[in-house]
Every structure is written in C-alpha cells, then in structure tokens.
C-alpha cells in the first residue's frame, strides 16, 4: 500500500513539474494560442481521471479531478504578466455579485468542501440563499442578473468566500489590477473607467475549464457549464450526485445553462 502511495505521489510530482515548465513558456503565447495551450494541458490531466470506470471511489477520484484542474489554473495564472500587480484580497468582493457558470467537477469539490466545513445551521441557510438565488437567475436574463448586483450565495457578511479553497475556476481566473476601479464600476459611478482585469488569468482559466469539459465528452459524461447556484443545490440534495454523474446519468438536468 506504501509503495503504491508512494508512486501516486512521484507521478503527481511529475505532472506538476510538467506543468510548472509549460507554465513559463505560456506568458509569451497570444491570447488564442494561450487558450488553446491551457485547454490542451486539461485535456491531457484529465483523461487519467475520467478512463478509470464508474465507482466505487468514483466521487473522491471526481473532486481529485476539480482539484488537479483548479491546480492547474492557479499554476498557468500565476505566470501572468500582471501577477504581481492583482489588487484582489480576502474581503474585496466587488466581483462576487454576477453570473457564474461551473462544470459538474467543480460543483461536486465545492459541496464535498462545503458540508465538510460548515455547521448544520449555516448549510440550512446557505441552502436558503442558493434557492433564492436559482430562482432570481431563472426569472432574470443574464445581464438583469448581472444588473442587479445580486450577492454570491457562497459570499458571507464580511465579504469572504465561504468556499475559497475550492471556488470555480471562472472566479479565480477574474483578477483585478485596481480596487478602486472596481469599486467604482461596482456603484455605478458616473463616468467611471474601465475595470482593468487580467486577460492572461482569464484566458487561463478559461482554457483549463474547456479542456475539462471536452475531456468529459469524450468520455461520454455531462460536459456543459451550468449556473452556480442551480447544480449546488443539486448536488447538495442528492447524495449519490458525483455517483450518478460518474455513470454517465444526467443529474443535472432542468438546471440552468
């Protein structure tokens, strides 16, 4: 069992020194060429994952995936132009208040994280606040969502993420280099400039995310992105979620696109 571990780790030590080196070589690629370098390297992290059959360890082997995949991303992100110069910190959420798409991969990490990590009471109401917000994207088109400022069901009182660890990549990928940009498009001041974001971050994340997603459809699973708070309380509800996911069964139908 040692030894087994032990090559599991020296494997996943060769991956990220893979990663590492592609990672320098990739702030020197365009904007398409970066995108398309990104989705390759999930593509290719991916596929070990998703060849190993149903369950059993189907659901841990599923967040291990979101895990590599959410590694990746920060490993690509960090090699930004700009990396250095992100005035985004714990607390500044001026961000959290739009619409997110996640894949089913992610969705699993984030609940698993969740129930792990919050007492009963909180999930019943973060459970509430995931309702509300489902319903609001349901009635609103994306950009009255977007409008109307609605506050991320993960985002607590002091502006934090209850699910940091493990939040989507779309999330990570979204970096700032002014908060005080930020803060003026976030209250609609008059004659405001332009957020400055970080298009290598999200470019990044982005590629990394359609690489997942092709890698599932090739392994005939669910590979489409769905709103955050409408697959959450899904796969909050349904225990045997990541399960069915893994069997090919489409848990996430009805749920918003």
Known sequence: MSSKRDRKKRERARRLKTVRKGAKRSNRLSGPELLQAAAEKARQRAGPYLRRGPPPGGPARIVELADEMRELALRLMRHSPLHGKHQCRPGCAFCCHT??????????????????????????????????????????????YIARLIPCALMTADGNCRAHPVRPIACAGFCSTSRAKC?????????????PTDRFTMLAGLGVSNGLMDACRQAGLDGNFYELHHVLRRVLDTPQAAEEWARGQKVFDGCLR
């Open 183 to 195: 803060e003026a498009e976030f209250n609609r001041v008059p004659d405001r400039a332009a957020v």
């Open 99 to 144: 619409a997110i798409t996640v894949a089913g991969p992610e969705t699993f990490a984030i609940a698993k994280y969740l129930k792990e990590h919050l007492a009963e009471e909180e999930l019943r109401l973060l459970r509430r606040r995931l309702d509300e917000n489902a319903e609001l994207a349901s009635s609103l088109t994306r950009d009255e």
